[in-house]
């Protein structure tokens, strides 16, 4: 297994031009990316097909969140343009969920795409979860729930912060997937995210993947904060006592 196969680069960047000038800063071809809304938004669907033709693999975040059958509809679609990788968000409820995958299914080629659940996201606080989405539970049970209710509706795993990624595997199975943004290297500024973890302890709290976007993108040298990121992955352990 290369050192970066589980490091996915969000590319958080408004055009093609942009996204292929941070790539060649980079040099780490072959990882595994995130289109997320900024990009494909711009760009479409031919974004995710130029990048499956250089040999990235690609992380789809589009968070639908919608009725079932326009989710189902929607999928079928995005499976056909060939990500790696697709979410929704947990709080569309388990038949929205399972349309989703039925969709994936129906759309893909070959195999069908890793489908997840967004929980909580990390820009979320345990104090806006009760003041303003009016969940009054701790976030963690909250995150547990939603990862359970994810599982049995057919997704592969869920995205929460790397602090939740040992309850939700408690919650359902150790090969459930936890994808966890909200990553910072230690001197970095969190910025807008609520719950963050350096590379090194999202590796010890249990992660499987985490999303790694401004650590590296908004680095002065980009291509070192990605090695750092990739060293303090790749030098950590992953704890069996979680
Ligand atoms: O689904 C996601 O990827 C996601 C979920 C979540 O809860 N929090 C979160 O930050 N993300 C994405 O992960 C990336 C994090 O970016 P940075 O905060 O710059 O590292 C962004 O592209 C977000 O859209």
Redesign the pocket.
Known sequence: MSSNEKIIL?L?VPSKDEMLALLAKINAPGCYV?V?MELYYQEGADIVRALKASGYRVFL?L?LHDIPNTVRRAMRGLARVGADMV?VHAAGGSVMMRAAAEGLAEGAVGKRPICLA?TQ???TSQEMLESEILIQQPIVDVIQSYASLAARAGMDGV?CSAWEAAAIKRATSSQFLAVT???RLAKDAA?D?KRVATPGRARTLGSDYI?????I?AASDPAAAYRQVVEEWGNTEWKTDN
């Open positions: 969000a958080d995130k997320g975040d968070k979410n967004v996201l990390t820009s995205v943004p909200g990553i910025g995210q999303v790694v976007g401004r650590s993108t």
